[in-house]
């Protein structure tokens, strides 16, 4: 692949992709963190199983963005805090072509276009949205498959627990060969008995550990730059919660006060961002793509 230039064009082009996913994932408050963990957990996955840098880092890009598609999903299907009709889950079983489509013309499309597209298929051909079997389903959308599943699994939604780490990779263990690849699955599970996911479970970004709200109970993904005595919202029950200092970290507590219009906004963490940027830029095969766009 080509060397990647360090140039503002790169970064920019980086920036508007993590801003869009960061977007999608800030209408849904249950899964704050869902696209780092899963980023992470695909990049792990792939180092393991024998990818360059290069392309450990495309298949964690790919992670990032691979619900994009989300975007064309109605907030009252993708909140619902019950089970889904038929209809409903027919809508949501639209995410991934709709996420192919809104990266049609980006330069990086190439990049991350088969794992955003391809992340709900399965082995046995009975995903979606293709309904694509075995070795067709590109290497990156079969790993991405197993890091959301496992983020899905064991991440605690309205309507239940998330599921211990053990149990988690058992479904991944009994879904080898029909709902996952059985290579990469059974990497994936001796990376996570080894230890080796402990600090990307239960985080919102490296060493910053989710916090439930302890209202109404959903999961607060805090800026790594918060600190002692300031407050965030809870963008289900619109409290304001203050950040006190607790053995070995943080705690939420309530104020008795309610958010503003403009606390509840859907945040954007750019300093999130230019970590990942900083990160990524020096590994991302981006100067093909961005010759072929004619970015340079």
């Given at each position: 692949m080509a060397a990647i230039p360090r140039t503002a064009s790169a970064e920019d082009l980086l920036?508007?992709?993590?801003?869009?996913?960061?977007?999608?994932e800030a209408r849904d408050p249950y899964t704050g963190g869902?696209?780092?963990?899963?980023?992470q957990y695909s990049a792990k996955l792939a180092l393991a199983a024998g990818f360059s840098r290069k392309d450990a880092a495309t298949v964690a890009l790919g992670g990032f963005l691979h619900d994009l598609g989300k975007v064309g999903v109605p907030d009252a299907i993708l909140n619902k805090p019950a089970?889904?009709?038929?209809?409903?889950?027919?809508?949501?079983?639209?995410?991934p072509d709709v996420g192919v489509r809104v990266l049609i013309g980006h330069p990086l499309a190439p990049l991350i276009?088969?794992?955003v597209g391809g992340h709900h298929e399965r082995m046995d051909g009975r995903g979606y949205p293709n309904g694509s079997a075995g070795a067709s389903i590109p290497a990156e959308?079969?790993?991405?498959?197993?890091?959301?599943?496992?983020?899905a699994m064991t991440s605690s939604r309205p309507y239940r627990r998330g599921m211990p780490v053990e149990a988690a990779l058992e479904q991944i263990l009994r879904g080898l060969g029909s709902q996952f690849d059985p290579t990469f699955g059974a990497r994936f599970?001796?990376?996570?008995?080894?230890?080796?996911?402990?600090g990307i479970i239960g985080h919102s970004e490296a060493g910053i550990p989710m916090y439930v709200c302890p209202l109404c109970g959903p999961v607060v993904a805090l800026p790594h730059n918060r600190k002692t005595g300031e407050t965030i919202?809870?963008?289900?029950?619109?409290d304001r919660l203050r950040l006190e200092q607790d053995d070995g970290g943080l705690r939420l507590e309530l104020t008795g006060e309610k958010s503003t219009p403009a606390e509840l906004e859907p945040d954007i963490d750019h300093d999130l961002i230019g970590h990942l940027i900083e990160e990524a830029v020096p590994d991302l095969p981006l100067g093909r793509e961005l010759e072929d766009s004619g970015q340079h």
């Open positions: 920036r508007t992709l993590y801003a869009m996913a960061f977007i999608v869902h696209l780092w963990r899963v980023s089970s889904l009709t038929d209809l409903e889950y027919g809508v949501i079983k639209t995410h276009d088969t794992a959308a079969r790993i991405v498959a197993i890091a959301d599943a496992f983020d599970i001796a990376l996570g008995r080894a230890g080796e996911l402990d919202c809870c963008r289900i029950c619109g």
